[in-house]
């Protein structure tokens, strides 16, 4: 056991009073770090009530994800172009298989993406993100034709084999129709 | 941070909450959780789109999608699975 230091100044049991502000003082400061302050903003305060603490704050994330600016944005885009993909890369350089699989997909059905629009959300990750909330699709790539949500790689592969796809790009005038007697 | 979906947990939740009879997947990403490739055969999917069969499991597995990386799914109903398994027999 050390002996006592000479040289710091003798302590001096707390008075009571000064034991119940400490007292107080930490209360405070542990309510405050584990409650949530209830909020103002009314809107706030009813989603706060009904999601778990553990959800709510993804929920203000996922709610900040898609800006008011960043809708916007993607509603002129679909509406604007004929076909609209989002993907990881670029028609020249896909940057994920199935990225890659949707552009070739495309191009083997005739569409030059060259004269569409198409979005790299890896250079972007409030894109990436907000594309995801924006058409409730969980996963890149997406293809909207004329303004309508047609899906990902899988459903794109799908409309591929059954000729449904063929269908709907040259219904909606985004490839010349086959002639007959062209098919091989 | 999120704890890796397995296959198990993923067959088990796609039996539960889509009804599947019959389920396969496969795990793209060498044993670690982060891509799959599903098929499902489901009575759900009657009369479905396509979008809305993808639309339907997305939602249903919204959680566990969230935390991997690549997810892809064949939809299949009852019907269309065993006609698709006697034209390969």
């Known amino acids: 056991m050390t002996s006592p230091r000479r040289d710091l100044p003798k302590t001096v049991p707390l008075q009571n009073d000064d034991k119940k502000t400490l ?9 405050a770090r584990n409650s949530a302050t209830p909020p103002t903003n009314p809107l706030l305060a009813s ?24 809708r916007s944005k993607l509603d002129k885009a679909v509406k604007n172009n004929d076909l609209v993909l989002f993907m990881k890369g670029t028609p020249d350089q896909p940057l994920c298989g199935f ?33 995801k909330e924006y058409s409730s699709w969980p996963t890149i790539p997406q293809v909207y034709i004329k303004g309508e949500f047609i899906g990902g790689t899988d459903i794109l592969l799908n409309m ?19 002639e007959e007697g062209e098919r091989a | 941070m999120s704890e890796i979906v397995t296959q198990e947990h993923l067959t088990a939740a796609l039996k539960e909450r889509l009804q599947a009879e019959h389920v396969e997947i496969i795990d793209n990403s060498g044993g670690c959780g982060s891509a799959y490739e599903v098929i499902i055969v ?47 027999k």
């Open chain 1, 47 to 70: 989603s706060l009530a009904r999601a778990r603490p553990s959800v709510a704050p993804s929920l203000f994330v996922r709610a900040r994800l898609l800006s008011n600016s960043l």
């Open chain 1, 99 to 131: 990225s890659r699989a949707a552009v070739q997909i495309l191009g083997v059905q005739g569409v030059d993406l060259t004269k569409h629009k198409t979005f790299n959300v890896l250079e972007d990750d409030e894109l990436r993100e907000g594309i």
């Open chain 1, 23 to 31: 007292f107080a003082m930490n209360l405070l400061r542990i309510a």
């Open chain 2, 42 to 88: 489901s009575s759900l999917f009657e009369g479905k789109s396509l979008l809305e069969r993808h639309r339907l499991v997305n939602e249903k597995l919204k959680d566990e999608i969230a935390k991997i990386h690549a997810f892809s799914q064949k939809s299949y109903t009852p019907t269309q699975w065993s006609s698709m398994n006697q034209t390969q």
């Open chain 1, 160 to 178: 591929h084999q059954s000729g449904d796809l063929e269908e709907l790009l040259s219904s909606k005038g985004l490839i010349e129709p086959e």
